[in-house]
Nanobody, 127 residues
Framework: QVQLVESGGGLVQAGGSLRLSCAVS????????IGWFRQAPGKEREGVSC????????HYAVAVKGRFTISRDNAENTVYLQMTSLKPEDTGVYYC????????????????????WGHGTLVTVSS
């Protein structure tokens, strides 16, 4: 099983950018699809973007498509989420999760079924 540690959150003005990192430790990192999820106050956790184990397939939520880019560096065991043109509605705690048996689409659409999570990093976008 892998362990996940998120970093890179912070306070940014609307229109700004942030890059989140998900550092993955443990065995067989390259076997895991990784996803980024977020949870705003009072709302359910939702999938933002997911990437396959090889990096060849990605999935983006409609709300972030064209603004966010997910990537993974398998040499560094890290998955990144580059966020641009941030909006106040992007505010929330961002988590990464890992799974070996899901497609990227299923991973992003099934946060309630995932078992391996990081502790999250807070992103606040001011208007």
């Amino acid at each position: 099983q892998v362990q996940l540690v998120e970093s890179g959150g912070g306070l940014v003005q609307a229109g700004g950018s942030l890059r989140l990192s998900c550092a993955v430790s443990g065995s067989t990192y390259s076997a895991y699809a990784i996803g980024w999820f977020r949870q705003a106050p009072g709302k359910e956790r939702e999938g933002v973007s997911c990437i396959s184990s090889t990096g060849s397939m990605t999935h983006y939520a409609v709300a972030v498509k064209g603004r966010f880019t997910i990537s993974r560096d398998n040499a560094e065991n890290t998955v990144y989420l580059q966020m641009t043109s941030l909006k106040p509605e992007d505010t929330g705690v961002y988590y990464c999760a890992a799974e070996t048996s899901y497609t990227v689409h299923a991973l992003c659409l099934s946060p309630g079924n995932l078992k391996v999570w990081g502790h999250g990093t807070l992103v606040t976008v001011s208007s």
